[in-house]
């Protein structure tokens, strides 16, 4: 059973289009995120979702839209998308709280073209 | 904002040989620092972890030491061998919850 799971694994798509990459987890945590990975593998968050509330926006283009239906999903939509959107997008959970480190998944690699 | 900064970026050593990668954290509230281990192609795996009541924390060949006062925290493997090579990160974790990734360091092992 696959702890934290992405569908789908790869995405290529033309400049402009809207997608959306589906997250789900089966561990019972109650936060969910979303990490942008760039071609350096530079790590950096972009949302998190504690049962199914917001909680960290960082400074993403609003072209870019989470959804949490429930605390086990954590969807991300981006319209529009451009050349730059090009990355690796992991999902994760924790338990929440303090002290507890992510289950990632197996991430999407998204190529803009 | 918070921020951690790791190096070396890359390591290369013979296998046997010790590899050890340190990190610099800004956030004094900061109080849990794991640490990361990525295959080419994979998900980031936690490997490590360390909470701020403790200096010093050991598994097996990988130990991970931190000193509050300098906020320097650092991922020690030793007698390591070819399957060690991946990227580790390390990480911060404060008031807010997430975590913030060093850079990464690409550790290459030797045969």
């Known amino acids: 059973d696959t702890a934290v799971s992405q569908t789908p694994k790869y995405l290529v798509t033309q400049m402009g289009n809207d997608k959306s990459i589906k997250c789900e987890q089966n561990?019972?945590?109650?936060?969910m995120y979303w990490y942008k990975q760039d071609s350096k593998k530079f790590l950096k968050i972009m949302f998190s979702?504690?049962?199914?509330?917001?909680?960290i926006n960082e400074t993403v283009p609003n072209r870019f839209s989470p959804k949490s239906p429930d605390k086990a999903h954590l969807n991300l939509h981006i319209n529009s998308l451009e050349l730059g959107d090009s990355a690796v997008y992991f999902c994760?959970?924790?338990?929440?709280?303090?002290?507890?480190?992510?289950?990632f998944g197996s991430g999407t690699r998204l190529t803009v073209v | 904002g918070e921020n951690v900064e790791q190096h070396p970026s890359t390591l290369s050593v013979q296998e046997g040989d010790s590899a050890v990668i340190k990190c610099t954290y800004s956030?004094?509230?900061?109080?849990?620092f794991p640490w990361y281990k990525q295959e080419l192609g994979k998900r980031p795996q936690l490997i490590i972890d360390i909470r701020s009541n403790v200096g010093e924390k050991k598994d097996q060949r990988i130990a991970v030491t931190l000193n509050k006062t300098a906020k320097h925290f650092s991922l020690h493997i030793t007698e390591t061998q070819p399957e060690d090579s991946a990227v580790y990160f390390c990480a911060s974790q404060g008031g807010s919850e997430k975590l913030v990734f060093g850079k990464g360091t690409k550790l290459t092992v030797n045969p």
């Open positions: 994760a959970s924790s338990p929440g709280g303090a002290h507890y480190g992510y289950t």
């Open positions: 979702y504690n049962n199914k509330e917001l909680i």
């Open positions: 956030d004094s509230a900061s109080n849990y």
């Open positions: 561990l019972g945590h109650d936060t």
